[in-house]
């Protein structure tokens, strides 16, 4: 099994900066991507941005610019550099990984942390 272990939400002014932090733990061979997602309260969770062990990026327009992911290969943690946060930015942040557990078998699977929250608010 994968545990996803989240940090780094709260309540921030507009404007203001946040870093999330990731880490995933357990029967892990690869990770073979890692991103971030968030949900706000009536809303479906969308893509915030994601990254690739090989360090391919992915961003959702709305943050590009603002957000940078990042990751940690030895550490299996991913982490998300917020920056001018606006009211909009609000949710619910959850972090995802896709896993490979073994060297033998080419399966998957995919993993959710369980959500940290981002007020941006003055």
């Known amino acids: 099994q994968v545990q996803l272990v989240e940090s780094g939400g709260g309540l921030v002014q507009p404007g203001g900066s946040l870093r999330l932090s990731c880490a995933a733990s357990?029967?892990?061979?690869?990770?073979?991507?890692m991103g971030w997602y968030r949900q706000a309260p009536g809303n479906q969770r969308d893509l915030v941005a994601r990254?690739?062990?090989?360090?391919?990026?992915d961003y959702a327009d709305s943050v590009k610019g603002r957000f940078t992911i990042s990751r940690d290969n030895a550490k299996n943690t991913v982490y998300l550099e917020m920056s001018s946060l606006k009211p909009e930015d609000t949710a619910a942040y959850y972090c995802?990984?896709?896993?490979?557990?073994?060297?033998?078998?080419?399966?998957?699977?995919?993993?959710w942390g369980q959500g940290t929250q981002v007020t941006v608010s003055s």
């Open positions: 995802n990984a896709v896993i490979r557990p073994t060297g033998v078998s080419p399966v998957q699977h995919e993993y």
């Open positions: 357990g029967r892990i061979f690869s990770i073979i991507v």
């Open positions: 990254v690739t062990s090989g360090g391919s990026t």
